[in-house]
């Protein structure tokens, strides 16, 4: 399939224009940032077992502290884990996330399915798919306005060498998005190998 990259990078910009007047405000409840948190922490263990990280998941979900949405998640993150790498169980998920998503609906389901877009847009980054990433990544961006769902955007627009225009979008959130965001943003341009090559840039 072919892409249009220059009308992904309009919309992408299009989008950018927005943020400057409107952002959510809505997240994720403490009890459930917890728990994400927790799986976190195991996956930055080296010798972490994805089984035992798989069953914690599912035992928060069980008791009530993991909706199944985010539990998907969650699984979805352990499976695109580069130690783990089961892009069939990836795929999967997603699909099977985005269906728990539009059968929750709700005020967040926006939200929820930008996550949807974001894991699919993992899976094809990982994978080398970098065009049909950045379809997915922009497609987040647009539902959900986050520092991530942004940054995943730049990292994405830098593997396709376009850095010009991911510095582009990166100065224009420097001089134009709320406070927080940009802090976030920087952390991430700071941390991120991905975003190498726009590290040492200036604002």
Same mark, same amino acid.
């Given at each position: 399939?072919?892409?249009?990259?220059?009308?992904?990078?309009?919309?992408?910009?299009? =989008?950018?224009?927005?943020?400057?007047?409107?952002?959510?405000?809505?997240?994720?409840?403490?009890?459930?940032?917890?728990? %994400?948190?927790?799986?976190?922490?195991?996956?930055?263990n080296p010798e972490f077992d994805p089984d035992d990280v798989?069953?914690?998941?599912?035992?928060?979900?069980?008791?009530?502290?993991?909706?199944?949405?985010?539990? %998907?998640?969650?699984?979805?993150?352990?499976?695109?884990?580069?130690?783990?790498?089961?892009?069939?169980?990836?795929?999967? #998920?997603?699909?099977?996330?985005?269906?728990?998503?539009?059968?929750?609906?709700?005020?967040? @389901?926006?939200?929820?399915?930008?996550?949807?877009? +974001?894991?699919?847009?993992?899976?094809?980054?990982?994978?080398?798919?970098?065009?049909?990433? #950045?379809?997915?990544?922009?497609?987040? !961006?647009?539902?959900?306005?986050?520092?991530?769902?942004?940054?995943? =955007?730049?990292?994405?627009? !830098?593997? @396709?060498?376009?850095?010009?225009?991911? #510095?582009?979008?990166?100065?224009?959130? +420097?001089?134009?998005?709320?406070?927080?965001?940009?802090?976030?943003?920087?952390?991430?341009?700071?941390?991120?190998?991905?975003?190498?090559?726009?590290?040492?840039?200036?604002?």
């Amino acid at each position: 399939m072919s892409i249009d990259y220059q009308s992904l990078i309009d919309r992408i910009t299009g =989008v950018v224009d927005r943020l400057a007047y409107f952002t959510p405000s809505d997240h994720i409840d403490r009890e459930q940032r917890g728990v %994400l948190a927790a799986v976190e922490r195991q996956l930055s263990n080296p010798e972490f077992d994805p089984d035992d990280v798989r069953e914690f998941i599912r035992d928060e979900e069980a008791s009530g502290r993991l909706d199944r949405v985010h539990a %998907l998640s969650a699984l979805h993150v352990v499976a695109c884990h580069p130690a783990v790498a089961e892009w069939e169980e990836a795929a999967r #998920l997603a699909g099977e996330q985005e269906l728990a998503a539009l059968e929750r609906g709700g005020p967040r @389901l926006e939200v929820n399915l930008a996550s949807v877009d +974001r894991h699919r847009g993992v899976l094809a980054f990982m994978r080398g798919h970098y065009g049909m990433a #950045l379809d997915h990544f922009a497609r987040a !961006l647009e539902r959900y306005r986050s520092p991530e769902n942004f940054t995943n =955007v730049l990292a994405t627009l !830098l593997r @396709l060498g376009e850095e010009r225009e991911a #510095l582009a979008l990166l100065n224009q959130a +420097r001089r134009s998005f709320p406070p927080d965001f940009v802090a976030a943003v920087e952390r991430s341009v700071a941390s991120d190998p991905d975003l190498a090559l726009i590290r040492t840039e200036n604002p």
